[in-house]
């Protein structure tokens, strides 16, 4: 008995020598790959040394005597920080790289591009010595060498990103458009085929004579994937033509959105653009984008700024600029064709109403503006909805549902909700169900198998077919039945589904019904496919207020086990002005590193849940104050 015990014992001892051995060797690895901002390098590719700050909030600041310079350290620690995630940036860029550019490169640019791969090249080259888990966690899965960074591929990535901002065709459908596939007794509905870009930009500018301290500010915001790492990356450039500080794209040698000692820069782009376009300058502008971005980066004054990018921006894409005392755009109205005119464009709206609210701003109340939670899809959507229901006692003349001893009170508290997001209500759960569910009964019995048309609520579609704009309330009549059923008829309908799906999930009670139980953030590692266990384990998921249409938008998903779960809305929000404390805010859901262990992966996503902006200027002394560190490059000789 005691041999047998003491076999056991051996086994047992063994296995968990063996399993801490592996997770030792794991740990090893893998936090191999964390950067240590405090390290020094000694490189080929720069002239004189270079000095990177890192403040508080791994942000790095850049200081050297040459723009190459700048440029090549922009790239090293570009790729210190997020390799993995530039190398599949680099892989999709060059699958979708279309013919040849349009534009020569302007020969700062060609500059500008080659140090900056010479930088990524640098930290692979460092990579490649060992003993830094091959600069990724996910790369330790990679058995190639890992090619070396070109000009050709940031340029692609820029391609990439501009394709981006043009909106999808939801017919997906390569031999027939949306046209062909509606039903010939139905009317044309082109809006009902386009689906959101896969990126978009928004500005709003105040001039000075409506701001507090008599200086224009622009407050911008970037709608995209909620992933991590985030798509954008801070930094803060000493260029010999003055700083700049801002949001930079990991591939990209250049600021895209951020503010100079001089002038402050972001873009828009439009909400819809032509689609039967078989060439666009959205498709062949990279070149010219980064000549735009390299002029505003060393442009004087905003006026200049805005002439000096004329004829450089892709169609559909407007940049507005702004110094100490004016404004300025170029072009003046964002071209693109519009496809269809309808519904209103809700976040545009609501944005008017909170512009129209005040006549003065501080920075304070922009950023309160930005992150406001009212939803004005909701606001024009639930008059029609609701309106012959409201204060009635039970108005569904149908056989009892589980739920029918709670419709009259919930519809009658639906019109007394002002549009509120807010993640602890209820009315937001019960107005979303209700919209997928009407649109489910209004488009399915067209379209039984394409579920991506009504599975994700579409408000622009349903105003349109509730206002009975050019004939479309017909879309509510079932086609398969015998006579012509009515909006009214589906609205009912619709409701009794939302509140059994509601009663099922959730319980009978109301009260413990809430909005954030449907409604979460979810960011997943990016490297890892979703829903497996290492995406669960290094990713976020967290109940938030707002929704597609607020100003802090969160859009939905296609999945039926998560409806309302948001894995893409604002992945950035800045709001710049040249105050007498020329600070600019800048703020993204995730931290600077795309590494799990590192403490600099998602220390961001707290105040980006809050609201709480990280406050950035030009002056290295106050990021060096609380640095989290501070690397040198030194030549090679």
Known sequence: MKKLFKVFLWAFLSIAGLAAAATGLSWYLLSGSVPDYDEDFSVWGIERPVEIVRDASAVPHISAESSADIY????????????GQMLRARQAGNAKSAAPQSLE???????????????????IEEVAKGGRGRGAPELLLLERTIRQWRSSDSLAIVQAFLASLRPQDKAADPHRSGAEIIPDDRPQSPELFLDRPDARLNAWALPADRTVSDAPIIATDVTGSLSLPSQWYLADIQLPSGAVIGATLPGVPFIIIGQSESVAWSFRSAAWLALDDAVTRAEIGAEGFLTALSRL???????????????????GLQVVTA?????????KDVSGKAPYAGAPD?????????????????????IAAQQDSVSAAARFLLPLMAKELWFKEDPLETEPKPASHVRSDIVNRLARWNGEMDR??????????????????????????????????DPEFLYNVLTDRDGRSIWCDIRQSGRIETCDEMIRAALDDALEWLVERHGPDPAEWYWGSEHAVVMEWSATDPGGVIADIAGIVEPVSGGPYTQKSTQFSLRDAGPFDSRYGTNFQAVMSFADDDHS?????????????????????????????????????????????????????
């Open 323 to 331: 110094d100490g005392e004016a404004l300025a755009s170029w072009p």
């Open 424 to 457: 602890q209500s209820a009315d937001p759960l019960v107005f979303w169900a209700w919209v997928r569910a009407l649109q489910r009964r209004v488009l399915e019995d067209e379209f039984p198998g394409m579920e991506n048309l009504w599975a994700r609520s």
């Open 585 to 637: 805010y800048f703020i993204a859901p995730a931290g600077q590193s795309a590494h799990p262990l590192s403490r600099f992966y998602d220390n961001l996503f707290p105040m980006w849940m809050l609201g709480d902006y990280l406050i950035m200027n030009t002056d290295n002394s106050i990021a060096g104050s609380a640095a989290a560190g501070t690397s040198r490059l030194s030549p090679l000789t």
């Open 105 to 123: 490169l302007a020969p700062n640019v060609a500059t500008a591009l080659e140090a900056y791969a010479n930088g990524v090249n640098a930290w």
């Open 72 to 83: 090549f350290a922009l790239g090293f620690v570009h790729a210190q920080d997020r390799l």
């Open 346 to 366: 809700f976040r545009g709206l609501r944005r008017a109403i909170l512009d129209e609210r005040q006549s003065i701003f501080s920075v304070d109340g922009v």
């Open 297 to 315: 980066e060393r442009s004087s004054g905003a006026e200049n700024a805005a002439k000096a990018v004329a004829g450089l921006l892709p169609s």
